[in-house]
Nanobody
C-alpha cells in the first residue's frame, strides 16, 4: 500500500482544513488508517484512527474539533479539522495497516506511511 497525504496549508486560528490520504491498492477497505502529527521540535503524536469496520477514535486534544472519515470507493481517508489553533501546527501523516499492533490506539504501529503534509496555523 502506498499512501499520499495532501491538503495542508497556511490557515488562521479558527479556520478549517481538510486533509486527504489517498491509498493505492485494491484492498484499502480492509485497512485501519490513522492520522498522526509532528509539531516542530516534538515527537510524532497520534491524532485519530478509523478502522476497516468504521470504528473511530480521537486523541483528546482534537476530540470535538476533528472528524476522520473514509471513502473506500475513492481509496481515501479524510481528516476534517475545525477550530484550528496554534497547537495544531504540525506535519500531518497518514498511516495504514491491516492489523496495527500495540496496546492502545496512540501506541499502535503501522507498516505503511504517507509522506506528510504541513499545516501551519497563524494569527
Amino acid at each position: 500500500v502506498q499512501l499520499q497525504a495532501s491538503g495542508g496549508g497556511l490557515v488562521q486560528v479558527g479556520d478549517s482544513l481538510t486533509l486527504s490520504c489517498v491509498a493505492s491498492g485494491r484492498t484499502f477497505s480492509s485497512y485501519t488508517v490513522a492520522w498522526f502529527h509532528q509539531a516542530p521540535g516534538k515527537e510524532r503524536e497520534w491524532v485519530a484512527v478509523i478502522t476497516s469496520a468504521g470504528g473511530i477514535n480521537y486523541a483528546d486534544s482534537v476530540k470535538g474539533r476533528f472528524t476522520i472519515s473514509r471513502d473506500n470507493a475513492k481509496n481515501t481517508v479524510y481528516l476534517q479539522m475545525n477550530s484550528l489553533n496554534f497547537d495544531d501546527t504540525a506535519v500531518y501523516y497518514c498511516a495504514a495497516d491491516r492489523y496495527p499492533s500495540g496496546p492502545t490506539w496512540p501506541l499502535k504501529r503501522y507498516n505503511y506511511w504517507g509522506q506528510g503534509t504541513l499545516v501551519t496555523v497563524s494569527s
